[in-house]
């Protein structure tokens, strides 16, 4: 019997998201660059796959019962968002805790989805983040709500486990591995769901990692950041040694810069982790051999950075004028 052409649910469109060769980037490049647009999952980010393999897993394993379990989760947005989704599909309550830097139209979402979101205001005295006020206050909900239950991104194999089916979506896409792949790190859930189906399939891809400048990941200081996704304050449990075979710290103003060139020259609009990774290539283009072929990986859109990075006064005000930074690529590329 054939397969049939529909999604049983929307949550059965989590994944399977277009892979596309960026033909404008880098044009006059000696290597192929594609990106994986994560931002067409339904919940429109990479965390939709996340949340789903960690629910489905609750689900299976009698953790989370549908109707008297109620989940717990800090997010910045995207997590809460798919995970938002994902419990409103299995008819289970779902309680997450973010911050005053969530973007206030992610929680409209995620409220919107019937989850619950509670702020916290204060931030952690030893590091100045609010990850650590958000993570205390997970705990305690989950253990005080009855039927409480943290799946924590941070811990979860699950989390990486998600990712395995985004490597070998890559690699059925290019019909065989990338030799570079970059990709976002936040809570290592992508780094290390790649990582580990490489290894495990033995395929010959460098991964580079992009971080934060700022963020505590890979052992470097930290400091206050203002682009949400990547990057993180405390190093999180699923990171392991050697998942990378490099790392690039990638700045806010370069995410900005990295955003505007992909709208100016490819007319993507992705969010403020993708224009990190496209400022991580830029980094490292020239040690890319002739005849590579690349993949970014793009974890959402660009429509939750309206405000910010898309925000011409905002960026003004924050780093000055930096639009030539982008607008002279945009312009060779249409005179052409
Ligand atoms: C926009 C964005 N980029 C990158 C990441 C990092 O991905 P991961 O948590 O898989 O390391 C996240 C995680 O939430 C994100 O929301």
């Known amino acids: ?57 609750g689900i299976d394993t009698g953790r989370i019962v ?17 995970l938002a989704q994902v419990c409103a599909y299995y008819g289970v309550r779902f309680v997450c805790v973010a911050d005053p830097r969530t973007n206030a139209q992610n929680i409209a979402i995620m409220r919107a989805l019937g989850a619950e979101v509670e702020i916290v205001t204060r931030t952690d005295p030893a590091t100045g983040a609010y990850l650590p006020v958000r ?34 979506e890559i690699v059925e896409a290019l019909q065989g591995p990338p030799d570079v792949l970059l990709c976002a790190t936040g809570s290592c859930g992508t780094l290390r769901g790649c990582a580990e189906y490489i290894r495990e399939h033995d395929l010959d891809v460098r991964v580079v990692a992009v971080d934060a400048v700022g963020s505590a990941i890979f052992g470097t200081p930290t400091r206050p ?26 700045d806010d103003a370069e995410c900005v810069v990295g955003c505007r060139r992909l709208v100016g020259l490819e007319a993507i609009l992705a ?16 040690r890319i051999a002739p005849g590579s072929t690349c993949v970014l990986i793009f974890p959402d859109r660009g429509e939750r950075y309206l405000d910010t990075i898309f925000d011409d006064d905002w960026v003004a005000e924050r780093f000055g004028d930096i639009s030539h930074l982008w607008k002279q690529k945009a312009v060779e590329v249409s005179t052409c």
């Open 1 to 57: 019997m054939k397969t049939p052409a529909f999604a049983r649910g929307t949550i059965d469109t989590v994944g399977l998201t277009p892979l596309v060769e960026l033909t404008r980037l880098e044009e006059s490049s000696s290597f192929r660059v594609f990106a994986k647009l994560e931002g067409h999952n339904p919940g429109g980010s990479i965390k939709d796959r996340s949340a789903l393999a960690m629910v489905r897993h």
């Open 135 to 168: 993570v205390a206050r997970v705990r305690e909900l989950a253990a005080t709500l009855p039927g409480g239950y943290c799946p924590d991104q941070y811990s979860n194999p699950f989390n990486p486990r998600a990712h395995h089916a985004t490597m070998r």
């Open 225 to 250: 950041r203002l682009v949400p996704g990547h990057g993180a304050a405390v190093r999180p449990a699923l990171y392991r040694d050697g998942l990378a075979d490099e790392v690039v710290h990638v």
């Open 271 to 286: 969010g403020g982790s993708s224009g990190a990774v496209v400022s991580a290539l830029e980094r490292i283009r020239e």
């Open 66 to 82: 549908p109707g008297r379990s109620v989940v717990v989760e800090s997010s910045s947005g995207n997590l809460g968002i798919g």
